[in-house]
């Protein structure tokens, strides 16, 4: 059996379309959650997962009698009025940081008990977390596989470290734009696999699993805004937004960042209308800082426009920039204004196929049309 640990919502968009291939091969799998104040169990990614009956979503990794007890006092607290849980946002974070409901002696009786094969972690993972699950594991000698969520769409050049990778049987790398070590690069642990969120095939399945069906039709323009309300240029993003609404035949919809701690009554991600999927599948454009989520705009052939002048890093640059072919660069609040006044959604195609695929090729290692990056990662399993 393969042991998923899910964390953030970003993990389960990460190992979703891996469980789905492994259970298409009749390969046991089970989904943990280790985030105490998040629960996806009712999630639609959940719910097509457990139709398989080769998934089992195991719920909350809460293991020890004192563990359950403090897990359901947690509960209590998270079921407060909305007004006092948005006021206790340090509390939130040292929970998701520090607060684990399981210890190494009880996660490796689980471990023995459910006879799991390997252990499958997303990179971003806290590190106590990591270091936990990593060091049980390591002490039974079950594999354990880390695999990065993100793209790595902002240009830097401080090495990326990989904790505790000397423990880590494989690393699953989407592309090659972290500026990993060379002992890293060049070790036999090192995978550079792709993006399986962004797999051809399961872009096309998310359109069916969230059952999406386009109910706002209208002769507007559509404009899918994607931010975070903690980023340290939001004021930034609030002016755009301003010029934009005074276009006229515009309607603008806006989905924040899934990356997000708070609990799910509070977060303002969770409650989002349409999930980012199906905010691109209902827009004609797609507006985000560099960010992964412009990667499935640009397979969906939206219309993307990428803020490089608010990159969460300052002034750094993207990669998204040196591929102004196929994603629209705005370098300042008026140059997004200008790139929306000349849209036109009859006239606007994918010309150069050249171009898209070497994006692709670059961005989540999608090689060809015909190339699957998730039965290339399964057979790692």
């Not at 190992?15 to 999630?43: E, R, W, Y």
């Not at 399981?102 to 490796?108: G, L, R």
Request: charged letters at 25%; glycine letters at 2%.
């Amino acid at each position: 059996m393969h042991l998923f640990i899910v964390d953030l919502f970003i993990s389960l968009d990460t190992v979703a379309p891996i469980i789905d291939g492994l259970n298409k091969k009749g390969k046991k799998t089970k989904i943990c959650f280790v985030n105490p104040m998040q629960d996806f169990s009712h999630h639609k990614l959940i719910q097509y997962l457990n139709k398989s009956k080769f998934n089992q979503n195991h719920g909350q990794l809460c293991l020890g009698f004192f563990n359950k007890i403090n897990y359901i006092l947690l509960k209590i607290i998270i079921s407060f009025p909305l007004l006092l849980l948005n006021k206790l946002d340090r509390i939130w974070n040292k929970i998701y940081n520090s607060t684990i409901f399981f210890n190494e002696k009880n996660f490796i009786k689980f471990l023995k008990k459910n006879n799991v094969k390997n252990v499958t972690i997303e990179d971003s993972l806290p590190k106590n977390k990591k270091k936990l699950i990593i060091n049980a594991c390591s002490k039974i000698g079950i594999p354990i596989l880390c695999i990065a969520s993100g793209l790595f769409t902002i240009k830097i050049k401080k090495n990326k470290e990989i904790y505790l990778f000397e423990k880590i049987n494989l690393y699953l790398s989407p592309n090659l734009f972290a500026p990993y070590r060379k002992n890293i690069l060049t070790s036999k642990k090192f995978l550079l696999c792709g993006s399986p969120r962004y797999d051809t095939k399961w872009i096309m399945k998310l359109k069916k699993i969230y059952n999406y069906k386009n109910k706002f039709p209208n002769k507007k323009i559509k404009i899918a805004y994607f931010l975070r309300t903690t980023s340290e240029n939001h004021n930034d993003h609030l002016k755009l937004i301003e010029k934009i609404k005074k276009i006229k035949n515009i309607e603008i919809k806006f989905g924040n960042k899934p990356r997000e701690i708070a609990p799910f009554k509070s977060s303002l991600f969770a409650n989002n209308n349409l999930n980012s999927t199906e905010l691109i599948l209902w827009s004609d454009i797609t507006i985000s800082a560099p960010s992964s989520i412009l990667v499935e705009s640009v397979l969906r052939k939206k219309l993307t426009i990428c803020l490089e002048y608010l990159t969460p890093e300052g002034k750094t640059a993207s990669h998204f920039s040196d591929h102004k072919n196929v994603v629209m660069i705005a370098k300042s609040s008026n140059e997004a204004v200008n790139i929306i006044n000349k849209f036109n959604s009859n006239e606007h195609k994918f010309n150069n196929i050249k171009d898209i695929g070497l994006f692709l090729n670059l961005f989540i290692n999608n090689k060809n049309k015909n190339y699957s990056i998730v039965e290339n990662i399964i057979k790692y399993y």
